[in-house]
């Protein structure tokens, strides 16, 4: 069965500094990876996609993320955080089978300013 | 991007009590989703619905839980009796045009009393 993991349920870093959320998944095919936002109260934006194309993925506002097969990672990354990136993101997997989307539990992005 | 609104946007009812969650995408759609996201939890996948006919169903979507396409434009999740744990927020998806990304409504909050 398919998992996600992200790890760290928390994560802050000062305004202007990198951002790095990291995720992980189990699958037995190569999947379709996806990053979510949720801003406070809202509902879940897509930030990026990874579909077998290219591993590196240019998203929304600023993130990409890069697909790593060898160690089964898709971490998000943005080069300089700003205070309206504080929102939980939400790592997602879906294998080729189906259309179901398997969710981690979260990071809630905390910035400093 | 696809467009989703749902209705209502805050419900809320005594347990034991039926609930009718509604979806409804601006462009016609043959397959959507609901999930469901309890306070402080991860995304959890309820069922898939493709024309006409549920696709995927996960272990929570039980007896209680069923969806129609009533009248071919919208999608609605029932609850037939609801209980204090179904408390949580519902979101309904619906494919994008490419790889299996899913975009989603804001949600219907539901507090079950």
């Known amino acids: 069965a398919q998992s996600v993991t992200q790890l760290g349920s928390h994560v802050s870093v000062s305004e202007g500094a990198l951002v790095l959320l990291r995720c992980n998944y189990s699958?037995?095919?190569?999947?379709?990876l996806f990053w979510y936002v949720q801003y406070p109260n809202q509902g879940l934006q897509l930030l990026l996609k990874y579909t077998s194309a290219a591993t590196l993925v240019k998203g929304i506002n600023g993130f990409e993320a890069e697909f790593k097969k060898s160690e089964t990672s898709f971490h998000l990354t943005k080069p300089s955080a700003h205070m309206s990136d504080a929102a939980e993101y939400f790592c997602?997997?879906?294998?080729?089978?189906?259309?179901?989307?398997?969710w981690g539990a979260g990071t809630k992005l905390i910035i400093k300013p | 991007e696809p467009e989703v609104t749902q209705t209502p946007s805050h419900q809320v009812t005594q347990m034991g009590q039926e609930v009718i969650l509604r979806c409804v995408p601006i462009s016609n759609h043959l397959y959507f989703y609901w999930y469901r996201q309890i306070l402080g939890q991860k995304v959890e996948f309820l069922v898939s619905?493709?024309?006409?006919?549920?696709?995927?169903k996960s272990e929570i979507f039980d007896d209680q839980f069923s969806v129609e396409r009533p009248d071919g434009s919208n999608f609605t999740l029932k609850i037939r009796s609801t209980k204090l744990e179904d408390s949580a927020m519902y979101f309904c998806?619906?494919?994008?045009?490419?790889?299996?990304?899913?975009?989603f409504g804001p949600g219907t909050r539901l507090t079950v009393t």
């Open positions: 619905f493709y024309n006409n006919e549920i696709s995927e």
């Open positions: 699958s037995s095919v190569p999947p379709y």
């Open positions: 997602a997997v879906s294998d080729r089978s189906n259309y179901q989307l398997i």
């Open positions: 998806a619906i494919p994008g045009r490419g790889s299996y990304e899913q975009y």
